[in-house]
């Protein structure tokens, strides 16, 4: 939690760095960059305070593939849109970035698959998610 934290203030310190020296010009994709890992971090602890009250994901076997995969799928959609933003202040595109999308979605998506798939594995067990 504290290194998204610690990668949303890099990417707001970056963007404006970044910005002040491009004379001003700006782009969307660097803008928002920062609300990837920020939205993680809201994420996570939504998930940790469900972790707490669940015990028994501890002795899952798969326990943190699921994470893992969710936050490289975070780390690498901010650096994509880093990367989107910087192509979009130059003046340029390149065909490749929308694989790099794709790729960073998809190991998000599959990191949230895993865990909802824990979290029904869990009720399964009988174990009361509470409200």
């Known amino acids: 939690m504290i290194c998204n934290f610690a990668a949303t203030?890099?990417?707001i310190i970056f963007?404006?760095?970044y910005s002040y020296f491009s004379?001003?010009?700006?782009?969307v994709y660097m803008t928002w960059a920062?609300?990837?890992?920020?939205?993680?971090?809201?994420?996570y602890l939504i998930?940790?305070?469900?972790?707490?009250?669940?015990?028994?994901?501890?002795?899952?076997?798969?326990y943190r593939l699921p994470y893992n995969l969710f936050f490289s799928g975070i780390a690498s959609l901010a650096l994509?849109?880093?990367l989107v933003g910087v192509f979009a202040i130059a003046g340029t595109d390149s065909a490749y970035t929308q694989y790099l999308w794709y790729l960073s979605s998809g190991l998000t998506s599959l990191g949230l698959l895993?865990?909802?798939?824990?979290?029904?594995k869990a009720?399964?067990?009988?174990?009361?998610i509470p409200n």
């Not at 920062?34 to 994420?43: C, M, N, R, T, V």
């Open 9 to 11: 203030v890099v990417l």
């Open 15 to 17: 963007n404006e760095v």
């Open 23 to 27: 004379h001003n010009v700006a782009s």
């Open 34 to 43: 920062f609300s990837y890992p920020g939205l993680a971090d809201i994420f």
């Open 47 to 62: 998930l940790y305070q469900l972790r707490n009250k669940l015990t028994t994901l501890v002795t899952l076997d798969f």
């Open 80 to 82: 994509v849109s880093v």
């Open 114 to 120: 895993g865990i909802l798939f824990m979290l029904v």
């Open 123 to 128: 009720i399964g067990v009988g174990l009361e």
